[in-house]
């Protein structure tokens, strides 16, 4: 294997496969976990004012000082879920999770969460613009088709964005390296 060729298969590691699990997994650091265990269709929020849900369940609101100087933030939640034998392989249970500060919604997202045992959902980074006391409302859309013993959440700060660019770069150059090794095995088996 040429010199090159080995630069450009360790560069396309790095830049794509490495990079990308670093920001997706390794990222920030982790500043909070909170357990939340109490479903109900309403709740009081910090302020005193009633959090109603209509198409679901939701989880105890979670209280969060959230400050730009720990930028970009990710919310993961773990799910501790059983299947029950009657649910399909593809059950599960879709969420929405919504940042308020005060009565503004900031951030909110959907997401799905299946599987057995613990399923963890990490939300893409989120970017806080004023410091300040925010609440995290977790609701349950529709009708649960896993049962959920308790969810975990851990707020990471600090988390590296991802630069799609980058990582499509380095799977380019491990493509072309991996082109280079297969054509030069191709050609020392035709000169034989």
Not at 132 to 154: C, D, I, T
Request: with cysteine; aromatic share 10%; net charge neutral.
């Amino acid at each position: 294997m040429k010199p090159p060729t080995l630069l450009l298969i360790v560069l396309g590691t790095i830049f794509g496969p490495v990079y990308f699990v670093y920001c997706e997994y390794l990222s920030g650091e982790t500043a909070e976990m909170h357990t939340l265990t109490e479903r109900a269709d309403r709740w009081e929020l910090p302020d005193g004012a009633i959090l109603r849900f209509r198409g679901g369940l939701g989880y105890r609101p979670v209280a969060l000082e959230l400050t730009p100087e720990l930028n970009l933030y990710r919310f993961r939640f773990i799910f501790d879920a059983a299947r029950t034998e009657a649910s399909s392989k593809d059950a599960g249970n879709d969420y929405q999770m919504s940042l308020l500060q005060g009565d503004l919604g900031i951030f909110e997202r959907s997401f799905r969460a299946t599987g057995n045992g613990t399923v963890a959902v990490a939300l893409d980074p989120m970017e806080i613009l004023y410091r300040g006391s925010y609440v995290l409302v977790l609701e349950e859309v529709g009708l649960p088709q896993l049962q959920v013993a308790a969810v975990k959440l851990e707020v990471r700060t600090k988390v590296e964005k991802m630069r799609m660019w980058v990582v499509w770069g380095g799977l380019v150059m491990l493509a072309f390296g991996a082109a280079i090794i297969i054509r030069d095995l191709v050609a020392q088996s035709l000169k034989k």
